[in-house]
Nanobody, 115 residues
């Protein structure tokens, strides 16, 4: 019903920036939440940033002040602007949409922060 495709990942040096995008296809009507999760090797998947209905935004403490989540007017694309990247930000980043009782996930895009 809903398909999510992430892009924008890559290799960047510490202190650098990347902008991730997630293109959504299919019927999305007033999603409860749109956002980003990440999973590093040996760690659990964790919430990075999310936008809820009404515009409420939540960030993980580790990325506050560095990452910014946004979406287009049609809510068909969600972005994650990542600044001042750190090695600990290295992970596979997943786009996520919560629509009613269903959770949708993208395939993930790799972000590697290394000098």
């Amino acid at each position: 019903q809903v398909h999510l495709v992430e892009s924008g990942g890559g290799l960047v040096q510490p202190g650098g920036s990347l902008r991730l995008s997630c293109a959504a296809s299919g019927r999305i009507f007033s999603p409860n939440v749109m956002g980003w999760y990440r999973q590093a090797p040996g760690k659990q998947r964790e919430l990075v940033a999310a936008i809820s209905t009404g515009g409420t935004i939540n960030y993980a403490d580790s990325v506050k002040g560095r990452f910014t989540i946004s979406q287009d007017n049609a809510k068909s694309t969600v972005y994650l602007q990542m600044n001042s990247l750190k090695p600990e930000d290295t992970a596979l980043y997943y786009c996520h949409v919560h629509l009613g009782p269903i959770h949708y996930w993208g395939q993930g895009t790799q972000v590697t922060v290394s000098s």
